[in-house]
C-alpha cells in the first residue's frame, strides 16, 4: 500500500542522514563524487553565488542546506547514479580539524584563517540549533 510505502521510506531516510561539513553557506572544499558512469564535482563558491547546479544535485544540495556551490555532472546522466554521486561527494567532504589532527598540526597552521572561522561558526549555529 502507499501510505505504508512512504512511511517506511521517511523512516529508512532519517537512518541514514548525516551531517554536511561548511564553511559558511558552502562546502569547505572541492570535491568529486562518483557512481557508476556518474560523476559529480563540487567546488567551494563565495557567498551570494547561489546554487549552480541543476537536476537531481541541486535538489540534495539545497536540502543539505548548501546555499553558494559550483557544481558540474559528468559521464552517465542517469538520474539515480548522479543523486548517488551527489550524496558520495558530500561524504567525502573532510573537516578542517580532523585534516590537521591526521597530519599532526594544528588547523591555523594548514587552513586559510577566513575558512577556519566560517568553519566554526557554521559548527557553532549547528549546535545551539541542535541542542
Not at 563540487?42 to 546554487?51: E, F, Q, S, Y
Not at 590537521?100 to 597552521?109: I, L, M, P, T, V
Not at 587552513?111 to 559548527?123: D, G, I, K, Q, V
Request: no cysteine; proline share 7%; charged share 20%.
Amino acid at each position: 500500500e502507499v501510505p505504508s510505502a512512504i512511511q517506511k521510506g521517511f523512516e529508512i531516510a532519517r537512518k541514514s542522514m548525516f551531517d554536511v561539513p561548511m564553511g559558511g553557506s558552502t562546502i569547505i572544499h572541492p570535491v568529486i563524487g562518483k557512481q557508476g558512469a556518474s560523476v559529480v564535482l563540487l567546488k567551494p563558491a563565495a557567498p551570494g553565488t547561489g546554487v549552480i547546479a541543476g537536476g537531481a544535485v541541486r535538489q540534495i544540495l539545497e536540502a543539505a542546506g548548501i546555499k553558494d556551490v559550483l557544481a558540474k555532472s559528468l559521464g552517465s546522466p542517469t538520474h539515480i547514479n548522479v543523486a548517488n554521486a551527489t550524496v558520495n561527494a558530500l561524504l567525502g567532504q573532510q573537516r578542517p580539524d580532523e585534516v590537521a589532527r591526521a597530519r599532526g598540526k594544528r588547523a591555523e597552521e594548514i587552513f586559510p584563517p577566513a575558512l577556519l572561522a566560517a568553519y566554526r561558526s557554521s559548527e557553532l549555529m549547528k549546535t545551539e540549533v541542535g541542542g
